[in-house]
């Protein structure tokens, strides 16, 4: 069992490398979208698996590097794993990621879990400004590959949304 001190250091840890910010989208953190997987001591080094929400995300390595910085300059000796299994899921993205997701005009994600049409089919997508189902995909791919773009056309607003898988 770890002393109080080490125990305390963890937690401490544990919180800086889940607040660090999304590259993509900062208004989310690491733990929003569920891709820090955990924060473990392992001797005197702090341990974070982070894994990526698709095998060819640009931001992996930054923020990788970011979860690094994070922990170094808080005086944490510290290393940064990358974990591939079980591959991430939207369904990870907690309630409070889809709100953010929501709030920022950004259509958060469906369960994934339950929608076994795949990534690239066409689904009812609610606009994030009125909610209104009376929306329209434009384009398969939007700001980044993980979201496609849509436009209401209840309230004529284009958004994207964030594709589950």
């Known amino acids: 069992m770890a002393t109080p001190n080490i125990q305390a250091n963890l937690e401490t840890a544990r919180k800086i490398a889940a607040n660090v910010p999304d590259p993509e989208l900062p208004y989310l953190t690491l733990t929003d979208l569920g891709i820090l997987r955990s924060v473990e001591l392992e001797g005197d ?17 930054v923020i990788e590097q970011s ?5 170094q300059t808080a005086g944490f000796k510290a290393r940064v794993e990358r974990s ?13 990621g889809h709100q ?5 005009g950004i259509a958060p994600p469906l369960n994934a879990a339950a929608d076994k049409s795949a990534l ?8 994030p400004a009125c909610d209104s189902g009376q929306t329209e995909r434009v384009s398969e791919f939007g700001s980044t590959p ?13 958004f994207e949304y964030f594709k589950c898988h």
């Open 45 to 61: 080094t702090v341990v974070a698996k982070v894994s990526p929400t698709y095998s060819g995300c640009p931001a992996l390595d």
């Open 120 to 127: 690239f089919a066409t689904r009812q997508v609610n606009c």
């Open 67 to 71: 979860v690094l910085e994070a922990l």
């Open 84 to 96: 591939l299994l079980p591959p991430w899921t939207t369904d990870w993205i907690t309630e409070e």
């Open 100 to 104: 953010k997701l929501k709030a920022n």
């Open 146 to 158: 993980c979201k496609a773009q849509y436009r209401c056309n209840q309230c004529l607003e284009p």
